[in-house]
């Protein structure tokens, strides 16, 4: 089956600081998501971005499908953004990275 | 709109029970799916059902089985449960099959002692 692998597996940051994270994928997906979780275990969808590049506020995310990579740009980082963060990607079944652990610190 | 919901929200089992686990989708939405997340990792897919058909299934034992009923709700059983199957239970719905952008309920915490 697909690998996807997440890095880093750990960010610590200050608030206001900005962050990417990256998601690489071993084959050619039909479609990949972006969720944050948070501290209740709530998956929250934050973009669904099979390929291209779309931004929501502070979020920005990127597809490059033939390179088979999605990045996650959060910019100007709030407490409210910590939890851990997936990305999915689905073909013959949807499969999970391990996830990004954010600590944004006041 | 209401987003998914399960039920119920926790759960304590004994070895070798029996449960249950209910999702509704989101109105509209006809494609359910199950996932399983043990502490400490990303969830792993289970099924996918769309339009009352099994589209999907991950690598779980038969102990696991689901359904998915007329009006798009679907039931997740657990048969003679084991330790191993203490985690969170998360069911997604999306519009269509082919695991389409996927809304997530906020799961199902179930405990076996």
């Known amino acids: 089956g697909i690998q996807v692998e997440q890095s880093p597996p750990d960010l610590i940051l200050q608030e206001g600081a900005n962050s990417t994270l990256r998601c690489n994928f071993s084959?050619?997906?039909?479609?990949l998501q972006w969720f944050h979780q948070n501290p209740w275990g709530q998956l929250i969808n934050l973009f669904y971005?099979?390929?291209g590049t779309k931004q929501n506020g502070r979020l920005s995310a990127t597809t490059v499908a033939t390179e088979r990579y999605s990045l996650l740009y959060i910019s100007s980082s709030q407490t409210t953004d910590s939890g851990v963060y997936f990305c999915?990607?689905?073909?013959?079944?949807?499969?999970f990275g391990a996830g990004t652990r954010l600590t944004v610190k006041p | 709109d209401a987003g998914v919901t399960q039920s119920p929200t926790h759960l304590i089992k004994t070895r070798g029970q029996h449960v249950t686990l209910r999702c509704s989708p989101i109105s509209g939405h006809k494609s359910v799916s199950w996932y399983q997340q043990v502490l400490g990792q990303g969830p792993q897919f289970i099924f996918q059902y769309y339009e009352k058909e099994e589209r999907g299934r991950g690598n779980f034992p038969d102990r696991f089985s689901a359904r998915q009923f007329p009006n798009y709700s679907s039931e997740l059983n657990v048969n003679a449960l084991l330790l191993g199957d203490s985690a969170l239970y998360l069911c997604a719905s999306s519009l269509r099959d082919t695991y389409y952008e996927q809304y997530f309920g906020p799961g199902t915490r179930l405990t076996v002692t």
């Open positions: 971005i099979p390929s």
């Open positions: 084959d050619s997906v039909n479609n």
């Open positions: 999915a990607v689905a073909r013959d079944d949807m499969r």
